[in-house]
C-alpha cells in the first residue's frame, strides 16, 4: 500500500503576528465557501463563511477574502493566539448541501 | 444543543467484522453528511442526505459500505466486511437548510482501527 501520506503545508507564525493562510478552488461555479479549524481530536469546526457575490467577510478576528477572477479564497487571522493552533481548511459548494474540502494547512503558532 | 453526537468515539475490530457506526444529528437539522478522514487522502465525503434521502453516494467506496437514516434523529454507516484499509476517523456533519448560509457542525468522530 501507499507510505506517503498527506503532506500538509505549514504555516508558523509568531504569537501575536498576523496570519495568512490560502487555499485554491476547483469548481468556478462554487457559490459558498467555509473555513473550518481542526484541533488535534476534534472534529472541524465552523470558523466564517462567504457567499461568492461577496469578496470580504469580516468577523471576530478573522477575514475571509474571495477572488473569483483566480479561484482564491484565504483566512486571515489578526494577532494570532496559541490557541489558534490547528488544522485549517476551505470548503466549497457548487451544488445542493454538498461540501467539498481541501487538503488543510496546518497552522504552528510560537510562543 | 449537544451538538452533532457520534458513537462510538473509537472502535476496534478485526478484519471481517461487521462495524456500524452511529450519528445523531442537531435537532432542526435537515441534511446530514458522512466523511472520512486518513493521512493518505485527508477528508473525503462519502454521502449525504437531506430530508432522510441518500441525494449523493459517489463517495462509497465499495459495496461494503453502507448507510441508512430511517429518521431525521439517526443515521447510521455500515461497513460489512471490515477491512485493515478502513481504519480511520469517521465524521458525521449536520447542517440546516437556510438561505444564505449552509454551513455544517462535525461531530466528535468515530476512530475505527481495523485489526
Known amino acids: 500500500g501507499e507510505s506517503v501520506g498527506l503532506h500538509l503545508p505549514t504555516l508558523s507564525v509568531q504569537e501575536g503576528d498576523n496570519s495568512i493562510i490560502n487555499c485554491a478552488y476547483s469548481n468556478s461555479a462554487s457559490d459558498y465557501f467555509i473555513w473550518y479549524k481542526q484541533e488535534s481530536g476534534k472534529g472541524p469546526q465552523f470558523i466564517i463563511d462567504?457567499?461568492?457575490?461577496?469578496d470580504k467577510r469580516q468577523g471576530q478576528r478573522v477575514t475571509v477574502l474571495l477572488n473569483k477572477t483566480v479561484k482564491h479564497l484565504s483566512l486571515q487571522i489578526a494577532a494570532t493566539q496559541p490557541g489558534d493552533s490547528a488544522v485549517y481548511f476551505c470548503a466549497e459548494k457548487s451544488s445542493g448541501d454538498k461540501l467539498t474540502f481541501g487538503t488543510g494547512t496546518r497552522l504552528a503558532v510560537r510562543p | 444543543d449537544a451538538g452533532v453526537i457520534q458513537s462510538p468515539r473509537h472502535e476496534v475490530t478485526e478484519m471481517g467484522q461487521e462495524v456500524t457506526l452511529r450519528c445523531k444529528p442537531i435537532s432542526g437539522h435537515n441534511s446530514l453528511f458522512w466523511y472520512r478522514q486518513t493521512m493518505m487522502r485527508g477528508l473525503e465525503l462519502l454521502i449525504y442526505f437531506n430530508n432522510n434521502v441518500p441525494i449523493d453516494d459517489s463517495g462509497m467506496p465499495e459495496d461494503r459500505f453502507s448507510a441508512k437514516m430511517p429518521n431525521a434523529s439517526f443515521s447510521t454507516l455500515k461497513i460489512q466486511p471490515s477491512e485493515p484499509r478502513d481504519s480511520a476517523v469517521y465524521f458525521c456533519?449536520?447542517?440546516?437548510?437556510?438561505?444564505?448560509?449552509?454551513?455544517?457542525?462535525f461531530g466528535q468522530g468515530t476512530r475505527l482501527t481495523v485489526v
Open positions: 462567504i457567499r461568492s457575490n461577496m
Open positions: 456533519a449536520s447542517s440546516r437548510d437556510r438561505v444564505g448560509h449552509t454551513e455544517a457542525f
